[in-house]
């Protein structure tokens, strides 16, 4: 499975844009990239998931570079209930067997 | 409604009194997982099934057992609790592996927070 990097924690004031990058350069032909969002005590509750490209739901957006090496997660005008761990999960395709790893996700804030 | 159902959603024991965490989906899933939380660790694969009698190891299996008998239920089973294992546990379901292309979504239950004392 592809490791992933993400930023620790991040601050946002509401109404702003928020943009959350991980990284994988170990990402195989076939992995596609998900995004989980967890609230405290609760179980992660998924978001988008993208192989290449743009994808675009009604709650995010995912950019995804043509190297795939990278992507980032877009929440627009955030408020408070964004305040969340935000998780990028690679792998899959059935080439990196069925294990699911979640990294250490990113800590949002969202102030008002 | 589509759900993820665990029980119970908290639970206080004592070391070396097995223990069953239930966990039953009503979404005709093949794919279950369990995973356990603690601070500063993230989540934590525990074991998953791809389906009816097919389990294995995820990253942290260690005094723990499951079952897969019927497609809805995946139980977590610990046989011998120690302190360490007190954890926020949580189970999941979903079609295919979470990470895998196609329909991926997954469902998590509540949650059971086990103390072991």
């Known amino acids: 499975l592809a490791k992933t990097t993400q930023p620790i924690s991040m601050d946002s004031y509401e109404g702003q844009e928020v943009n959350i990058t991980c990284s994988h350069n170990?990402?195989?032909?076939?992995?596609?990239i998900t995004w989980y969002q967890q609230f405290p005590s609760q179980g992660p509750r998924f978001i988008i998931q993208?192989?290449?490209t743009k994808v675009t739901n009604e709650v995010a957006s995912l950019f995804i570079p043509a190297d795939r090496k990278s992507s980032t997660l877009s929440l627009p005008r955030v408020s408070l209930s964004d305040t969340a761990v935000y998780y990028c999960?690679?792998?899959?395709?059935?080439?990196?067997?069925?294990?699911?790893?979640f990294g250490a996700g990113t800590r949002l804030f969202v102030k008002a | 409604e589509a759900q993820v159902t665990q029980n119970p959603r908290y639970l206080i024991t004592v070391t070396g009194k097995k223990l069953t965490v239930t966990c039953s989906q009503n979404?005709?899933?093949?794919?279950m997982s369990w995973y356990r939380q603690d601070p500063g660790l993230g989540l934590r694969q525990i074991y998953y099934?791809?389906?009816?009698?097919?389990?294995d190891k995820g990253d942290v299996p260690e005094g723990y057992k499951v079952s897969r008998k019927e497609k809805r239920n995946f139980p977590l089973i610990l046989e011998s609790p120690s302190p360490n294992q007190t954890s926020l546990y949580f189970c999941?379901?979903?079609?295919?592996?979470?990470?895998?292309?196609?329909?991926?979504?997954?469902?998590f239950g509540q949650g059971t927070r086990l103390t072991v004392v």
């Open positions: 993208g192989y290449k």
């Open positions: 999941a379901s979903s079609h295919t592996p979470l990470t895998g292309g196609g329909d991926t979504e997954a469902f």
């Open positions: 170990n990402i195989a032909t076939n992995d596609y």
């Open positions: 979404m005709n899933h093949e794919y």
């Open positions: 099934s791809m389906n009816v009698e097919v389990t």
């Open positions: 999960l690679v792998g899959g395709g059935y080439t990196g067997g069925f294990k699911t790893i």
